[in-house]
């Protein structure tokens, strides 16, 4: 039973560049939620998406947006780089959308921005 | 506003012996807590969790003990192992706005 998968695993951006990060959730599971990571700091919860919608969203500007597809999976869009969005980004899936829910991980992708 | 706080950025602990790593939050209405631990180069996996109206939830080697007058949780590992060695976060939830707040988290090392 694969887990949570991440694509890429690094990227390097330049500011004011745009990226898509993907994510396939668990099997089984229909929830997607995105987390961002910076050094030495817990994960800080960006969005979460079900049924191709976003539901819940923390506190991120409007250059991060998302989507989530008919298969359950989804993309993290980060508009304008800038240099404090270099982060590890995780994606979690989860069997029900409150946040008490325990959240299965992906491995994260590092985001370097130059 | 740090609402979730790990003041122990790090532990070594004597494989064998217990671990406790403890974690202060400051919104009374955070009503929902789990641990997650961290390896190098994965995601979180989730540990254990509590709710509120409970203040102690045990799964095998780990306890979650929750003081709600304190706003204070901690987690204990007994026996200590060298694979427990990882970053421990706690997360706090309200549940009513389906909120999450993580904590830096701690680092633990359990020597063999």
């Known amino acids: 039973d694969a887990g949570v998968t991440q694509s890429p695993t690094h990227l390097i951006k330049t500011r004011g560049q745009q990226v898509t990060l993907r994510c396939s959730p668990k099997s089984g599971h229909d929830t997607v939620s995105w987390y961002q990571q910076a050094l030495g700091q817990g994960p800080q919860f960006i969005f979460q998406?079900?049924?191709?919608?976003?539901?819940q969203r923390g506190n991120f500007p409007d250059r991060f947006s998302g989507h989530q597809f008919p298969n359950y999976s989804s993309e993290l869009n980060v508009n304008a780089l800038l240099l404090g969005d270099s982060a590890l980004y995780l994606c979690a899936s989860s069997p029900g959308t409150g946040l008490y829910y325990e959240q299965y991980f992906g491995p994260g992708t590092r985001l370097t921005v130059t | 506003d740090q609402q979730v706080k790990q003041n122990s950025p790090s532990l070594s602990v004597q494989e064998g012996r217990i671990s406790i790593l403890n974690c202060d939050y400051t919104n009374s209405m955070f009503d929902y807590f789990l641990w997650y631990k961290k390896y190098p180069a994965e995601g979180p996996t989730f540990l254990i969790s509590i709710s509120s109206i409970k203040d102690k939830n045990e799964d095998g080697r780990f306890t979650v003990f929750l003081n709600k007058s304190a706003k204070h949780l901690s987690l204990h590992i007994v026996p200590s192992q060298p694979g427990d060695s990882a970053v421990y976060f706690c997360?706090?939830?309200?549940?009513?706005?389906?909120?999450?707040?993580f904590g830096p988290g701690t680092s633990l090392s359990v020597i063999p």
């Open positions: 997360a706090a939830i309200i549940t009513s706005y389906d909120k999450v707040i």
């Open positions: 998406y079900y049924e191709e919608e976003e539901r």
